[in-house]
Structures are given as C-alpha cells and as structure tokens.
C-alpha cells in the first residue's frame, strides 16, 4: 500500500488545502483513524494531526455559543430573581404598614396581628433566600471557566487518535 507522501517537513499551503479537503469528510463521517488511512492513503500521524485540528474548531465553536448563550441564562435568571425580591419587599412593606396601623389603633399587638408578624417574619426569609440565591448565581463561575476544560478533556479522551 502506497501512502501519500510529500517532502519531509511542512506541507505547503496548497497541500495543507488539499489534506484538509481529502480528511473532513472521513471525520465528518466519524471514521477511524485508521478507516481514514486505507481510504485516503495519509500518513496515520498526518491523518491524527488533522483530527485533533478538527476536534479543536468543533470545541471553540460549541464552547463560544454555548458560554453565550449561559452567559444570558444567568443574567435572566438573576433579572427574575430581583423581581421576585421587588415583589417580596413591596409586600413585606404591605404588611409592615398593616402591622403598624393595627398596632397605633389598639395601642398593643392584638392576638390576630400575631400571624402577621408571623408572616412578616417569612417575608424577611425569603427575601434573604432569594438575595443568597441570586448572589450565588452572579458570582458562580461561567461556564467558559468551569465546562471548558471538561468539556476537552472529554473530547481528547473520545477522540479516536
């Protein structure tokens, strides 16, 4: 079997063309390294070199769309979540006032406004709950950070070179 074989060295822009062209289809259609060998008559060092630039364009690509696109779910996320707060603190103020015009009107807490201290109280929780929440969300690393490492350690390790 006769294998392609140019210069030692670096192949020439034109070769580097004409490699590219003869070797995407075959990892395109998930061929093997050595699948791609018989076909293409490369050398399997050549044929792994190739892949490997492949595998890379396939990561950057994926990786920038997908960290965009993480990027916007957490800032939607924590957009929601401040709106919850809003809501939570405007009704917490509700109450508040409820509590102190019951309070002005009998001079002392009546046993029935003692469910909404009670509830006022929970207000106070979620309202902390919520700001924890969303200050985890803004300050946890982005994916770029995090998945970008596993996600070429996973590719290099399923690569079939």
């Known amino acids: 079997m006769s294998e392609k074989i140019h210069k030692r060295g670096r192949p020439s822009k034109a070769e580097e063309l004409e490699i590219r062209s003869d070797l995407k289809p075959c990892f395109d259609n998930s061929f093997s390294v050595e699948f791609a060998h018989c076909k293409t008559k490369y050398n399997l060092k050549t044929i792994k070199n190739y892949y490997r630039k492949f595998y890379d364009e396939i990561i950057e690509t994926k990786d920038e769309d997908f960290i965009k696109q993480s990027k916007i779910e957490i800032e939607q996320t924590a957009l929601a979540i401040e709106d919850q707060i809003s809501k939570l603190r405007d009704s917490q103020t509700n109450l508040e006032k409820q509590i102190s015009d019951s309070f002005l009107k009998n001079n002392k807490v009546p046993e029935e406004d003692i469910k909404l201290y009670k509830e006022f109280r929970n207000y106070a929780k979620e309202i902390i709950a919520a700001t ?30």
Do not use: G, Y
Not at 140 to 160: C, F, G, H, V, Y
């Open 132 to 161: 924890l929440m969303k200050t985890s969300l803004r300050n946890s690393p982005t994916a770029d950070i995090t998945l970008k490492k596993l996600i070429q350690e996973l590719l290099r390790e399923n690569a079939p070179f």
